[in-house]
């Protein structure tokens, strides 16, 4: 009867595959997220196609992926450069790009998607891969705030569809939130939980609510260092050393939002707001606000709360 209900919860469906073993990654935006998810997946050995919209988009990519593996060998190798040098290049061995997402996704075990966070271009997309990707493929969503199962409805491997949420910069953060909806096949999440840990990552098991673990707690403590600062309680630069010094955190709230993206932040907070206005964990920040509409979305604009050039 346990296996049954358990069976259930995790929508178990005749069309369910079996535990798949994941070693041909297709990953879906080669912004941030995307660049780094595919260094580490092809750092431990998975063979990596990267999508994004241009070949010039992919080669950034590739740049970031090229800068990020040196930081890391002058650190790993420090004392065998060659060594060093010789592991980027095999690394680089096992990313290839495309523009092409019907291609992309031929032969794939898993389709990762770290496309903008907007819940209508994230389900077209998913809508058109799951017409083209192999039936065992396991799709999953890098998305910082929306539902799985929202994006997961627009296709018909409810199954095969959970979240795989990582952290800036891939490379260095250890944590993945894996997460299961109520129709996420058991194998499909015992895939995925795998997956991070043989990509050296450590995961916890979310449920399908807004924000999951991590944002849900922290996404308001930025948006509340941001009013703070607003209300005239305390600069800037003050709040981000208060909060170094104060709580040992590595960054403060404002390096931290410009690092992560005040458009990604932005998005997630509306969406939220949407869902429940009275909130007032959820309420707005006009200088949030302006920033965006302005494009001053933090370090990869080349300005946010701070000027970084
Ligand atoms: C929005 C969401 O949905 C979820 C999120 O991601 S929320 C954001 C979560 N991320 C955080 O909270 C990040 C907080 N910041 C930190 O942990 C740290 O500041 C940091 C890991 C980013 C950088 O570490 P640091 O010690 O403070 O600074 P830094 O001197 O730049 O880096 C030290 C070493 O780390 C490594 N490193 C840092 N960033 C790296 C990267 N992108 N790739 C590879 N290696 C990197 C390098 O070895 C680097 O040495 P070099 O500078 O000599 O190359
Ligand atoms: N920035 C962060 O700290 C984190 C972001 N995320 C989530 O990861 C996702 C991506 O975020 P970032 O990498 O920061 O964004 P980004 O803006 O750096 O990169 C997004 C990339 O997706 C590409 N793209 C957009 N639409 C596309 C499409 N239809 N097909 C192919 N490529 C497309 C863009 O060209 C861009 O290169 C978002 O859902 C975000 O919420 C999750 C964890 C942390």
């Known amino acids: 009867m346990a296996f049954f209900a358990h069976q259930i919860r995790r929508g178990f469906s005749s069309s369910a595959v079996r535990n798949v073993v994941i070693k041909q990654v297709t990953i879906i935006g080669g912004g941030q997220m995307g660049a780094g998810i595919a260094q580490v997946a092809a750092?431990?050995?998975?063979?990596?196609t990267l999508v994004d919209t241009s070949d010039d988009i992919l080669k950034k990519s590739i740049k970031t992926i090229e800068g990020s593996l040196k930081r890391v060998v002058k650190k790993k190798f420090a004392d065998k450069p060659e060594a060093g040098e010789e592991f980027i290049q095999k690394v680089l061995k096992n990313v290839s790009t495309s523009t092409d997402?019907?291609?992309?996704?031929?032969?794939?075990?898993?389709?990762?998607?770290?496309?903008?966070?907007?819940?209508?271009?994230?389900?077209?997309?998913f809508s058109r891969l799951d017409k083209l990707a192999p039936a065992h493929t396991i799709f999953a969503s890098n998305t910082s705030s929306l539902p799985i199962s929202d994006i997961s409805s627009a296709t018909n491997r409810l199954d095969r569809f959970g979240g795989l949420h990582f952290f800036n910069?891939?490379?260095?953060?250890?944590?993945?939130?894996?997460?299961?909806?109520?129709?996420?096949s058991q194998e499909t999440f015992d895939s995925l939980l795998n997956f991070s840990k043989v990509l050296g990552k450590t995961p916890v098991s979310c449920k399908d609510?807004?924000?999951?673990?991590?944002?849900?707690?922290?996404?308001?403590?930025?948006?509340?260092?941001?009013?703070?600062?607003?209300?005239?309680?305390?600069s800037k630069e003050d709040i981000d050393i208060a909060m170094k010094l104060g709580v040992g955190y590595p960054m403060g709230p404002f390096e931290l939002s410009d690092y992560i993206g005040l458009d990604t932040i932005k998005f997630i907070m509306d969406g939220w707001?949407?869902?429940?206005?009275?909130?007032?964990?959820?309420?707005?920040?006009?200088?949030?606000?302006?920033?965006?509409?302005?494009?001053?979305?933090?370090?990869?604009?080349?300005e946010g709360f701070y000027k970084y050039k």
């Not at 389709?111 to 077209?124: G, M, P, S, T, W």
């Not at 999951?212 to 005239?232: D, K, M, Q, S, W």
């Open 43 to 48: 750092s431990t050995g998975h063979s990596v």
């Open 209 to 234: 609510t807004p924000g999951f673990i991590v944002n849900r707690l922290f996404v308001p403590y930025l948006y509340e260092a941001i009013r703070l600062y607003e209300r005239g309680h305390g």
């Open 273 to 302: 707001r949407e869902m429940d206005p009275d909130n007032t964990l959820f309420a707005p920040s006009e200088l949030m606000d302006k920033l965006v509409a302005e494009g001053k979305l933090g370090k990869k604009t080349g």
């Open 101 to 125: 997402v019907g291609s992309a996704v031929q032969g794939s075990d898993l389709v990762l998607e770290a496309i903008v966070e907007n819940l209508k271009i994230k389900q077209d997309l």
């Open 169 to 184: 910069p891939v490379p260095m953060m250890k944590l993945v939130e894996v997460i299961g909806t109520s129709t996420t």
